[in-house]
C-alpha cells in the first residue's frame, strides 16, 4: 500500500469521524443532508459484498466494516435518534436523478457482467455523485457550518488523494482502472469550487456559502 492510498483512508475516516461527531455532541443534524448519507451507506453496502466472499488482509476488512457501520450509523441519528433536527425542507434534491442513470451505467459499462461486479461498478459511479444533496442542500441554505465544511474538505481530500494513488499504481505497477479514474475526476470536480471556498473563506475564520 502506497502513502496515498493510506492518507486518503485516513482522510477518508477522519471525514465520517468528525460528522458523527458533529451530530452526537451537538445532539443535532441540522445543515446535514440525509439523502447523501443514504447514498453513502448504498455505495458502501454495494461495494463492501466482497466481504462476504473473499479476503484480503485484516486492514482492508476493517477498514470496509468500519465505514459501512458508520454509515448506518449516521442515517440511525439523522433519521431516528434526531430526527426532530433534520432539515428535511431544504434536503430535496432528487436523489432519483443519480440512482437511475448511475444503475443504468453500471450495466453498460463495467468490468465484468457479474452481479458483484456490477454492484462494486455501481458504488463507484454513485459515490462520484454522492455528495450533490449536500451540496445541493448548502446552496438552498445559503451556508454551513464550520464543522460541516471540515467534514466536506476530509472528504474531498479522500477522493483527490485516490487519484493520485491511481496514478501512482499507474507508474509504478502498471495497474489502471479506467472506470475507477474516471468516477474520481468526476467527484474530484464537483469539489473544485467547494475546495476555493474553503481555503478563501473557512481558513481565514469566515463562514462559508456556495451561490445558489
Known amino acids: 500500500m502506497n502513502i496515498f492510498r493510506l492518507t486518503g483512508d485516513l482522510s477518508h475516516l477522519a471525514a465520517i469521524i ?7 455532541k451537538t445532539r443535532s443534524c441540522a445543515g446535514i443532508s440525509g439523502k447523501s448519507q ?14 462476504l466472499t473473499s479476503y484480503i488482509s485484516l486492514y ?14 449516521t442515517v440511525y441519528l439523522i433519521y431516528a435518534k434526531f430526527k426532530a433536527t433534520y432539515d428535511g425542507n431544504h434536503d430535496t434534491f432528487r436523489v432519483e436523478f443519480l440512482v437511475v ?6 450495466f453498460l459499462v463495467n468490468h465484468d457482467f457479474s452481479p458483484l461486479e456490477i454492484l462494486w461498478t455501481f458504488s463507484i459511479y454513485l459515490e462520484s455523485v454522492a455528495i450533490l444533496p449536500q451540496l445541493f442542500m448548502i446552496s438552498k441554505t445559503g451556508e454551513a457550518e464550520t464543522i460541516t465544511t471540515h467534514y466536506l474538505f476530509f472528504l474531498g481530500l479522500y477522493r483527490a488523494l485516490y487519484l ?27 469539489y473544485c469550487d467547494f475546495f476555493y471556498l474553503y481555503v478563501t473563506k ?4 469566515k463562514k462559508l456559502s456556495l451561490p445558489a
Open 202 to 205: 473557512v481558513l481565514k475564520g
Open 18 to 24: 468528525i460528522l458523527l461527531l458533529k451530530i452526537w
Open 101 to 106: 442513470p448511475v444503475g443504468g451505467l453500471a
Open 38 to 51: 443514504v447514498l453513502f451507506a448504498f455505495v458502501f453496502t454495494t461495494r463492501y459484498l466482497d466481504l
Open 60 to 73: 482492508n476488512t476493517t477498514m470496509k466494516v468500519i465505514y459501512i457501520g458508520c454509515a448506518y450509523a
Open 164 to 190: 493520485i494513488n491511481w496514478i501512482w499504481r499507474f507508474y509504478f505497477e502498471g495497474f489502471f482502472d479506467m472506470i475507477a479514474i474516471v468516477a474520481g475526476v468526476v467527484q474530484t470536480i464537483l
